[in-house]
């Protein structure tokens, strides 16, 4: 069954974030649900590139509260 | 598409090799290619066991010592475990710092020469830190 994990990379800055969704992105079923919290405004832009690169899809990109929430199912 | 990144990392201060490890990091996730090639001052950082501080180059390097920025060590870790990165010191630079591939964090591969390197660096991008 698939799941949602939560990775707080909050007050981590450039490559910090994305490096912490690519180890659980490794470790994670195809399915899985990945939702990255940063703080970091170049995340918001990268992670999306990496995603679309690496083939994997975006499920939604929200700002709350000065806080990103990326969403990312993992396709393979 | 996936490239094919060669970076020669020379300058032991903290800004270069932070912008060397996050090149590095992102491109070998990223799919790339990536070779780092570690000559000169960037080589004994990666001696088992050294704790030495990389010195600063201006203001801007102070504030890479914040919490929240991933050390280089640690991106070049996540660059060799996360993307297949290859590590590579420099025999030249073995040689005179008196040691060998062994002495180095086990992240690192085997000794290479500047001609090995050049000639697998053939049709890459070459960067420069």
């Known amino acids: 069954m698939s799941e949602t994990k ?35 405004q170049g995340t918001a832009s990268d992670v999306p590139e990496w995603v679309n690169k ?13 806080i990103w929430h990326i969403k990312v199912r993992k396709a393979k | 598409m996936s490239r094919k990144i060669h970076i020669v990392c020379l300058s032991g201060t903290r800004e270069k090799l932070q912008m060397a490890a996050m090149v ?13 090639f570690f000559s000169m001052n960037a080589l004994a950082y990666f001696i ?3 704790s030495t501080e990389a010195p600063v180059e201006g203001e801007f390097g102070k504030l890479l010592a ?8 640690q991106l070049f870790q996540q660059a060799a475990e996360l993307g297949d990165a290859q590590l590579l010191p420099c025999s030249m630079a073995l040689d005179l710092l ?7 964090v086990p992240e690192f591969g085997e000794a290479t020469g500047l001609t090995k390197f050049l000639m697998d ?3 890459a991008q070459l960067l420069s830190f």
Not at chain 1, 54 to 66: A, N, Q
Not at chain 2, 24 to 36: N, R
Not at chain 2, 66 to 73: I, N
Not at chain 2, 98 to 104: G, Q, V
Request: with cysteine; glycine share 10%.
């Open chain 2, 48 to 50: 088992k066991g050294d």
């Open chain 2, 66 to 73: 914040h919490k929240g920025v991933p050390p280089f060590k």
């Open chain 2, 24 to 36: 590095a990091s992102v491109g070998a996730a990223s799919g790339d290619e990536v070779t780092v």
């Open chain 1, 6 to 40: 939560v990775i707080d990379a909050c007050n981590t800055y450039c490559p910090g974030p994305l490096m912490e969704l690519i180890t659980y992105m490794k470790q994670a079923e195809v399915g899985d649900i990945l939702e990255l919290l940063s703080t970091d």
């Open chain 2, 98 to 104: 008196e040691i060998t591939d062994d002495d180095l």
């Open chain 2, 121 to 123: 660096a053939e049709g």
């Open chain 1, 54 to 66: 690496i083939g994997h899809e975006m499920v939604s990109s929200e700002k709350v509260d000065d």
